[in-house]
């Protein structure tokens, strides 16, 4: 599965600039690449960024998360979501597992990575916990 450039791209924002809060990222079947499917705001939140996952269907995504340490310093972390509901095709989510690793190579700079099955394995909570990993 190739990656568009402007994946790659748009993540280079995201991670450099600090352009973009998140990417959504899908996988284009006919056309046997990852593409960019949406790119959040820096302005907008965590709630803003699960909403855009769709309830059914696989997608990759990135999350810039910002949070205060307890020697209250400013940081974030830069989270790979690997999303695969149990309801998505089971198709769609053998194509999305044998894909992931290529694609987060190409994504220099994933400090986390999660996978999730169900909004409850990628709540806030999940998150935190994730960040002294």
Same mark, same amino acid.
């Given at each position: 599965? +190739?990656?568009? &450039? ?9 991670? +450099? =600039? ?17 593409? @960019? !499917? =949406? ?21 990759? %995504?990135?999350? &810039?998360? /910002?949070? @205060? ?6 940081? $974030?972390?830069?989270?790979?979501? +690997?999303?695969?509901?149990?309801? +998505? ?7 999305? %597992?044998?894909?992931? &690793? ?5 994504? /220099?700079?994933?400090? @986390? !990575? ?6 409850? !394995?990628? /709540?806030? &909570?999940?998150?935190? $916990?994730?960040?002294?990993?």
């Amino acid at each position: 599965m +190739a990656v568009h &450039d402007d994946c790659k791209l748009r993540f280079l924002e995201l991670k +450099a =600039k600090r352009t973009h809060r998140f990417i959504v990222f899908r996988i284009e079947e006919k056309q046997k690449q990852v593409i @960019v !499917e =949406k790119v959040g705001e820096p302005d907008q939140n965590y709630e803003d960024f699960t909403a855009s996952l769709p309830p059914n269907e696989c997608r990759y %995504a990135v999350y &810039d998360f /910002d949070y @205060v340490t307890a020697e209250n310093c400013q940081k $974030s972390r830069i989270f790979f979501i +690997a999303w695969s509901p149990d309801t +998505a095709r089971v198709r769609s989510k053998m194509i999305y %597992a044998s894909s992931k &690793d290529r694609f987060k190579r190409e994504m /220099d700079g994933i400090q @986390v !990575e999660l996978q999730a099955t169900d909004p409850t !394995e990628m /709540d806030l &909570d999940v998150i935190k $916990s994730r960040l002294s990993k």
